[in-house]
Nanobody, 127 residues
Framework: QVQLVESGGGLVQAGDSLRLSCAAS????????IGWYRQAPDKEREFVAA????????YYTDSMQGPLTISRDNAKNMVYLQMNSLKPEDSAVYYC????????????????????WGQGTRVTVSS
């Protein structure tokens, strides 16, 4: 079992930046593939970014207009999502998800492939 806790959300203004964190605990001896998703009110969950267990492969959605950077620190069991130039349409609850894999370079986009999910952190971007 892996437990995930997101943090770093909050209320910001358009154009601001935020760094979200995803802390993993439990079975962390082998890093998992991690994905970030978001869900706005009355909208479906949407893929944001993913990173492979070794951190060497990353993948991003095209839908976020500001630059994104996903990174990880496996020594600390942490994954980060840096979001810059935020827009009001980026307001949502952001979730991280984990999937165990033997492939250190694997990443996943389909949310159905992830085994564990955090409770989310809310990001609100005001205009």
């Amino acid at each position: 079992q892996v437990q995930l806790v997101e943090s770093g959300g909050g209320l910001v203004q358009a154009g601001d930046s935020l760094r979200l964190s995803c802390a993993a605990s439990g079975r962390t001896s082998t890093p998992d593939a991690i994905g970030w998703y978001r869900q706005a009110p009355d909208k479906e969950r949407e893929f944001v970014a993913a990173i492979s267990p070794d951190g060497g492969v990353t993948y991003y959605t095209d839908s976020m207009q500001g630059p994104l950077t996903i990174s990880r620190d496996n020594a600390k069991n942490m994954v980060y999502l840096q979001m810059n130039s935020l827009k009001p349409e980026d307001s949502a609850v952001y979730y991280c998800a984990a999937r165990p894999t033997d492939n250190s370079r694997a990443f996943y986009v389909d949310p159905r492939l992830y085994y564990y999910w955090g409770q989310g952190t809310r990001v609100t971007v005001s205009s």
